[in-house]
C-alpha cells in the first residue's frame, strides 16, 4: 500500500521560508519521479515543480522561479520542498504525488497523492 505524508506546512510571514517534507513508502521510490503541486481556494491544482528520479529539478510554476527548490534523499524516501520569500500569493494546500515518468519535461502524475499540507503565508 502507497503511503505518501507531508509535513512542514504552516503560518508564514510574507518574505519567510518553509521547507516541506513528503515521505513516501509502498513504492520504489528510487525509481520514481517526485511533484508537488497546489491548489489554492477556488483554484485547479497545479503542478509546481518536480524531480526526476536521477534528481534533476523541474520547475513547472513560472511565479515560484528563483524561490522554490525541490530535491529528493532517496535514502530517506523523502523529497523536499524549499520556499523562500514566500508571497501571499503562495497560499495553498500543497500536495505530493508519485509520478509514473517524466517524459522530456512533462511530468506525468499516478494516482498516488498525499493528504495536502496547508502553507498559510500572511503578516
Known amino acids: 500500500q502507497v503511503h505518501l505524508v507531508e509535513s512542514g506546512g504552516g503560518l508564514v510571514q510574507p518574505g519567510g521560508s518553509l521547507r516541506l517534507s513528503c515521505a513516501a513508502s509502498?513504492?520504489?521510490?528510487?525509481?520514481?519521479?517526485m511533484g508537488w503541486y497546489r491548489q489554492a481556494p477556488g483554484k485547479q491544482r497545479e503542478l509546481v515543480v518536480a524531480?526526476?528520479?536521477?534528481?534533476?529539478?523541474?520547475n513547472y510554476a513560472d511565479s515560484v522561479k528563483g524561490r522554490f527548490t525541490m530535491s529528493r534523499d532517496n535514502a530517506k524516501n523523502t523529497v523536499y520542498l524549499q520556499m523562500n520569500s514566500l508571497k501571499p500569493e503562495d497560499t495553498a494546500v500543497y500536495y505530493c504525488?508519485?509520478?509514473?515518468?517524466?517524459?522530456?519535461?512533462?511530468?506525468?502524475?499516478?494516482?498516488?497523492w498525499g493528504q495536502g499540507t496547508q502553507v498559510t503565508v500572511s503578516s
Open positions: 524531480i526526476t528520479s536521477g534528481g534533476r529539478y523541474l
Open positions: 504525488n508519485a509520478g509514473s515518468t517524466i517524459s522530456g519535461t512533462y511530468y506525468y502524475p499516478s494516482d498516488y
Open positions: 509502498g513504492i520504489i521510490f528510487s525509481r520514481r519521479p
